[in-house]
């Protein structure tokens, strides 16, 4: 079935280091993929998403690239906040029968040290 | 914004008890779902419904049961509450028209069944 490998964590950086969390996803299709952030306490919300290969998703100083050769769609920040401490999810969403079953990655826990 | 909005933050149950989670959304969103998330398991979906009286089983429905009565409220029912259901439960949704529109979810509840 569908699938999605997100680099495990945890992660602990420094405040201003660079940040790339990697996920890769099943070749089934052609997805649309996101990337999802989880604050404590709190539920998930979207934090950027890209529909086509090559498409960029940015937010909050955080990039994303569709790479459709690798099935790839890392995460990548070039400077840490501490409020930048999170759990974030990569979650690709396919169209037809599966396009309820959402699959999320198992989130990858990031602390940003001051 | 879209707001879901999940009736209790924490809850403590006991063994064997018939347990409702309730979640409400504002937004006449289609589709909604329930997720369990549990440390290392990352999301696994529980039920989701595409439409008012709809409902599917995800991965994980066993000891679980939904109801879907209006479009704006999805129920997640535990019929006799088990410890192996302690566990932070999570409600989304979404707009049903497009695969890839993104999930917007609550904040969550957190059940401790003792």
């Known amino acids: 079935g569908d699938s999605v490998t997100q680099m495990e964590g945890p992660v602990t950086l420094s405040e201003e280091a660079c940040l790339t969390i990697?996920?890769?996803?099943?070749?089934?299709?052609?997805?649309?993929l996101f990337w999802y952030v989880q604050y404590p306490g709190e539920g998930l919300q979207l934090l950027l998403k890209a529909t086509k290969a090559d498409d960029k998703g940015s937010n909050k100083g955080f990039e994303a690239t569709y790479r459709k050769e690798t099935t790839s769609f890392h995460l990548e920040k070039g400077s840490v906040q501490v409020s930048d401490s999170a759990v974030y999810f990569c979650a690709p969403a396919y169209s037809g029968a599966g396009s309820y079953q959402l699959t999320f990655g198992k989130g990858t826990k990031l602390s940003v040290i001051p | 914004d879209v707001k879901v909005t999940q009736s209790s933050r924490y809850l403590v149950k006991r063994t064997g008890e018939k347990v409702f989670l309730e979640c409400v959304q504002d937004?006449?969103?289609?589709?909604m779902f329930w997720y369990r998330q549990d440390p290392g398991l990352g999301l696994r979906l529980i039920y989701f419904s595409y439409d008012v009286k709809m409902k599917e089983k995800g991965d994980i429905p066993e000891g679980y049961s939904v109801s879907r009565e209006k479009k704006e409220r999805f129920s997640l029912i535990l019929e006799s509450a088990s410890t192996n259901q302690t566990s932070m439960y999570l409600c989304a949704s979404r707009h049903g028209v497009r695969f890839n529109s993104p999930l917007h979810f609550g904040n969550g509840t957190r059940l401790t069944v003792t």
């Open positions: 937004m006449d969103h289609e589709n």
């Open positions: 990697n996920c890769t996803y099943t070749a089934t299709g052609y997805p649309s």
